[in-house]
């Protein structure tokens, strides 16, 4: 069951309703970068203003490499993956590459010792396929079929009269257009529990309305994760069965079905892969269900009816249930714009976020990074969903590195550590990918033991404790072992990149960035804590690697970035300010000097190249110093990387058109800002001038 916390209700003074839905997102033209999704965290479907994936060309997801275009009209799952033959499979020991460190060599996965930036044209095979595959499946397309409107095709110019709505409280969205002389009417929901998206489409003036399917090959590209161009390497066969149709999909060694329930209508193949439904009147109701594997007739799917009604039922659930923040009647001008992304982040990120996989950073739209998800940003998409007083959400794809945690042992095993190295870019499978960053990165090692702390802090039972403790020890271990003793105490690397990975190239080299430093010593600490929980004494090694954590390195007052030469450049993330905002206070931060640092960083920092999840780090930062009006100010500077689209997505570039970690960010940012973490009061994160009331119903307070 898939289904959003079952908190009970608590007594309320914020109406709810009126909130999510004074924040409805409505349409009344096509806006290339604001395409609509429904979903339920282990499936969406986005689609254009007609309700339904009718003019992807409209919606353009270009590449970032060279590759083809594709289209931010996606349709895919957490299961739905593909990986491109090849004979024979590469080995990831094929990539390897030994580096010198303080403890002797150590094996890395990497590019052959040199960077993305001068790999990408004459990357080796097995370097390159290792690197994009398994990918991320566009499952199929659903497009109103032009013999709808009388029409031979269907282009932006022929949808007129557009007037378009996304219910955030129902997750219904309601299309009204007029096509070739005919007025339509298309809603469209996704359900709550089976991987379906179901449609009901009203004509009036026209042919009986019909909606067209087609299904592509998978795709190695960026933003394009549907090769159109090869129907020779797949097949997909129609089936009648007693309660409707099944479209059986193979694309080599992936499997799925696609079934159908539209009553009163009939189906036939126009096309190796393109199929018709086609109406008995002036309304059509169809649900289309994705399914794992091949197992013909196995499943129905739910009518038109029943999804909608289950839509409106689970998203009331989440909405009532659960943490939420009102701003509405602040003075502050801004205010307004604050609310409705903190309300539509909360829907994007319960449609892209809360599923059985850590997400990619453009969730379930559009691929990116081939549709792989970086372990780095799991905190960033998912630690929200606890401090909101949702933690079943999060826990959903925690569960996660239970299942990889015998590879991850390898890999740290392998490099002479002890305990679970995580990997960086992955598939469902935790393979690394071979990378000049990914393999050197360490601030992803903490992440579980924070996330698994926030879980424990909405419920603190032994039942949680005892669930995580694998995943938490085996972390520890890893991170006590890399540390290693240096002449003014445990440092971190060489080899490493830092989370700012403007450094990259000198990865052989760096050592001890202030971020990694200061969350290293804070989550050692929560282990033995955790340990502490099962009754069990605390780990001598932990502790002392935890109290004797070098210093992060300061310079003209403020921290620097890393711990060697160049110490700070002002590109890419100011990392820095992590280790006090989005780490809780420790020992190795002094607020004096990250107060001057932040004061450094808002002087004269290269705002171009900074990433959607920097303006919560700096408000986070902002907030346990003290300093609510910085706070507020990062979280709506107006710069490029910090724009937020009408569907509520976080803007990078053309190339990057959503950021789900710039959402979640933000969460977890006002969440701080509103709530606060232990012993800091309420609402610390805004000014206490009046220009803003700060109604906060069960969100946590952060460590």
């Known amino acids: 069951m898939r289904t959003s916390s ?5 007594s309320r003074t914020i109406d709810r309703a009126a909130l999510v839905r004074r924040h409805n997102v409505a349409m009344r033209e096509i806006d290339p970068r604001s395409p609509l999704t429904v979903g339920n965290g282990e499936f969406a479907f986005t ?3 007609t309700g339904l994936q009718t003019l992807p060309d409209a919606y353009p997801a270009p590449g970032r490499y060279g590759e083809p275009a594709g289209s931010l009209l996606g349709t895919q799952s957490q299961w739905g993956w593909h990986s491109t033959p090849i004979d024979p499979v590469p080995e990831l020991a094929s990539t390897v590459q030994t580096y010198a460190s303080p ?8 590019l052959a010792g040199r960077t993305s930036a001068t790999a990408l044209e004459s990357m080796a095979p097995a370097e390159s396929w290792l ?53 339509f009417t298309v809603e469209t929901a996704a359900d709550p529990e089976v991987d379906a998206v179901s449609v009901r489409v009203r004509s009036a003036g026209g042919e009986p309305p019909a909606v067209v399917l087609d299904f592509p090959y998978g795709s190695e590209a960026w933003g394009n994760a549907a090769d159109w161009a090869s129907p020779e390497r797949h097949a997909s066969e129609l089936r009648t069965t007693a309660r409707g149709w099944d479209i059986l999909r193979r694309l080599d060694e992936a499997r ?27 309304v059509l109701e169809l649900t289309v269900g994705f399914l794992a594997g091949w197992e013909p007739g196995r499943e129905s799917v739910p009518s038109f009816a029943d999804v909608a009604a289950a839509s409106a039922r689970e998203w009331e659930r989440y909405w009532m249930h659960g943490g939420m923040v009102q701003l509405a009647e602040s003075a502050d001008p801004r205010a307004a714009e604050l609310e409705r992304r903190v309300i539509l982040s909360q829907y994007q990120t319960r449609v892209h976020c809360a599923g059985s996989l850590p997400p990619q950073e453009t969730g379930l739209m559009v691929n990116s990074w081939r549709g792989r998800f970086h372990l780095e ?51 469902p499978d935790g393979r690394e990918s071979p990378s000049d960053i990914g393999p050197f990165l360490i601030w992803q090692q903490p992440h579980p033991i924070y996330l698994a702390e926030l879980v424990f802090r909405s419920r603190p039972d032994r039942a949680t404790a005892e669930r995580y403790a694998s995943v938490v020890f085996a972390t520890a271990e890893f991170m006590a072992g890399y540390a290693h003793r240096g002449p003014d105490g445990f440092e971190l690397g060489p080899p490493l990149v830092p989370a700012q990975e403007s450094y990259a190239a000198d990865r052989a080299g760096l050592k001890n960035p202030t971020f990694e430093l200061a969350y290293w010593a804070w989550a050692l600490d929560a282990a033995q804590r955790w340990r502490a929980r099962l009754g069990l004494a605390p780990h001598p090694v932990w502790d ?30 100011p990392s820095m300010l992590a280790g006090l905002g989005v780490v809780p206070p420790t020992r190795l931060i002094d607020p004096s000097t990250m107060s001057r640092t932040l004061d450094d960083v808002l002087r004269d920092w290269d705002w171009e190249s900074t990433w959607g999840w920097d303006y919560p780090m700096i408000a986070m930062c902002a907030a346990r110093l003290g300093r609510p009006d910085d706070a507020v100010d990062a979280l709506l500077l107006d710069r490029g990387k910090n724009t937020y689209l009408r569907n509520g997505h976080n803007f990078q570039t053309e190339a990057l058109p959503l950021y ?30 009046g220009s803003w009331r700060v109604q906060v119903e069960d969100v946590l307070p952060l460590p």
């Open 131 to 183: 690197r994009n595959n398994p990918h991320r499946l566009m499952l199929g397309r659903i497009g109103l079929a032009p013999q709808s409107a009388g029409l031979s095709a269907i282009g932006p110019a022929d949808v007129v009269g557009i007037d378009q709505t996304l219910d955030l409280w129902t997750g219904v969205a309601t299309s009204r257009f007029q096509l070739g002389g005919a007025a």
């Open 544 to 573: 002392e690697v935890a109290r004797n954590v070098v210093r992060p390195t300061v310079r003209d007052g403020v921290y620097t970035a890393i711990g060697v030469p160049p110490f700070t450049v002002r590109t890419d993330h």
């Open 377 to 427: 940003m799991h905190w960033w998409h998912a630690a929200h969903f606890a401090v909101w007083n949702r933690p079943e959400l999060l826990e959903r794809s925690l569960g996660w590195y239970e299942g990889v945690l015998g590879s991850a042992r390898e890999t740290a095993a392998a490099q002479g550590f002890p305990g679970a190295r995580w990997p960086k870019q992955v598939g």
């Open 256 to 282: 799925y079905a696609v079934v159908l329930n539209a009553p009163g209508a009939r189906v036939a193949r126009e096309g190796a892969h393109r199929f018709v439904v086609v109406g008995g009147g002036p």
């Open 103 to 110: 403890r002797g060599p150590v094996p890395y996965v990497d």
């Open 47 to 49: 689609f254009d203003v």
């Open 6 to 10: 079952p908190h009970a209700a608590r």
């Open 660 to 689: 789900l970690p710039g959402n979640g960010g933000l969460l977890a940012a006002v969440a701080l800002m509103a709530a606060g973490w232990d012993g800091s009061g309420a609402a610390p994160g805004f000014p206490a001038d």
